[in-house]
């Protein structure tokens, strides 16, 4: 059987990554793993049952009743099915960005989605991004970027993504926002945020999206010829 590439994007909320790899993927031919999409899933999902995301019983009660898939459309892009229902716009307000930090913390969540994740990289080329794949989900990955910027330049692409699309954007909120994701991704015992030691770090936060994307070419070539 000929060999999976895999790429491994992580790095702290905002940083570009699921922007980045998927450019990456449309231009690589790769399977675009938005993995932070699944943790959201389960966040939304025990939302809807009411139960808290730092309810660790409850988490551990409910995570059997939920099952999670990927789909990918026409264009290539993730779709998250919770028990047969596509949620992937539901799944991306800032309340459960906040929540799926928090249900990211419980292992039992952690290893449901660590098998799926694994088995889709066994079965494809894949990008995948999130903030432990390659320190846990892959730590074999053929190449490893930490992507990151300043808190303050995420906040305000965030804001400026909002305002684009005509929502009500508060910087202070959101910059607020970040660093405590930032906080609870980083200090959480299980699979916590971090560079891993093989990774390349490209800190964005003087680039545009054309220039990332060519740096990390540039290393995707170095590392595995493609
Ligand atoms: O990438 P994102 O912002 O959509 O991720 C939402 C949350 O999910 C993030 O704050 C932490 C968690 N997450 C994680 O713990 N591990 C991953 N590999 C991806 C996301």
């Given at each position: 059987?000929?060999?999976?590439?895999?790429?491994?994007?992580?790095?702290?909320?905002?940083?570009?990554?699921?922007?980045?790899?998927?450019?990456l993927?449309?231009?690589?031919?790769?399977?675009?793993?938005?993995?932070?999409?699944?943790?959201?899933?389960?966040?939304?999902?025990?939302?809807?049952?009411?139960?808290?995301?730092?309810?660790?019983?409850?988490?551990?009660?409910?995570?059997?009743?939920?099952?999670?898939?990927?789909?990918?459309?026409?264009?290539?892009?993730?779709?998250?099915?919770?028990?047969?229902?596509?949620?992937?716009?539901?799944?991306?307000?800032?309340?459960?960005?906040?929540?799926?930090?928090?249900?990211?913390?419980?292992?039992?969540?952690?290893?449901?989605?660590?098998?799926?994740?694994?088995?889709?990289?066994?079965?494809?080329?894949?990008?995948?991004?999130?903030?432990?794949?390659?320190?846990?989900?892959?730590?074999?990955?053929?190449v490893?970027i930490?992507?990151?910027?300043?808190?303050?330049?995420?906040?305000?692409?965030?804001?400026?993504?909002?305002?684009?699309?005509?929502?009500?954007?508060?910087?202070?909120?959101?910059?607020?926002?970040?660093?405590?994701?930032?906080?609870?991704?980083?200090?959480?015992?299980?699979?916590?945020?971090?560079?891993?030691?093989?990774?390349v770090?490209v800190?964005?936060?003087?680039?545009?999206?054309?220039g990332v994307v060519a740096a990390i070419k540039k290393i995707v070539e170095e590392k595995?010829g493609l």
């Open positions: 059987m000929a060999k999976n590439y895999s790429i491994a994007i992580d790095g702290p909320a905002g940083a570009g990554k699921s922007t980045i790899a998927k450019r993927a449309k231009e690589l031919n790769f399977m675009y793993v938005d993995t932070g999409a699944m943790f959201r899933t389960v966040a939304y999902f025990l939302d809807l049952l009411g139960i808290s995301p730092k309810d660790a019983d409850g988490v551990e009660r409910y995570i059997d009743e939920l099952t999670v898939e990927i789909e990918y459309d026409s264009d290539g892009l993730q779709h998250m099915i919770m028990n047969g229902m596509d949620v992937s716009d539901d799944i991306r307000t800032q309340d459960i960005s906040q929540k799926a930090s928090l249900v990211a913390a419980h292992g039992v969540v952690r290893d449901v989605l660590l098998d799926m994740q694994r088995s889709v990289a066994k079965k494809h080329n894949v990008i995948m991004d999130g903030r432990d794949i390659g320190t846990v989900v892959l730590p074999k990955a053929d490893k930490f992507l990151t910027a300043d808190p303050a330049v995420r906040a305000k692409r965030r804001c400026d993504e909002l305002l684009a699309k005509g929502e009500k954007a508060d910087l202070p909120r959101i910059l607020k926002e970040i660093e405590q994701r930032d906080y609870q991704d980083t200090n959480r015992p299980i699979a916590p945020l971090k560079q891993a030691k093989d990774a770090k800190d964005t936060s003087a680039l545009d999206i054309d595995i």
